[in-house]
């Protein structure tokens, strides 16, 4: 899957995304957002700039709890890969096992 940046200040983030600019601000504080070569300039996926106002407005989170929510998510997601790959292992020598098919490297 393609990752696609886009480069905005933080005024365009603010009013795009319904935050403060203050809001947009703590969140590079933390490490939430990208700065961009150009001051007051964010290069972000818009996908993850809406993910982070939705955590904000829609369920009221602090911005130090919208980081701990981002990394339980980005372990959820690292764990679901690993998953499939070792579904596609079990796979595999389960076909090896029934046919004698050879076995590929899915590393």
Sequence with gaps: ???????????????TYGLSEAVVREFVDLGLLRVAEAP???????AHLARLARLHHDLGLSTESID???????RLLQ?????RRQQARAAQLERFLL???P???IN
């Design 99 to 101: 046919g004698g098919t």
């Design 79 to 83: 764990l679901q890969q690993e998953l």
């Design 1 to 15: 899957m393609e990752t696609h940046f886009i480069t905005i200040t933080y005024h365009d983030c603010a009013s």
């Design 103 to 105: 076995t590929l490297d």
């Design 40 to 46: 007051n300039t964010l290069e972000e996926e818009p």
């Design 68 to 74: 701990i929510v981002l990394l339980m998510r980005q």
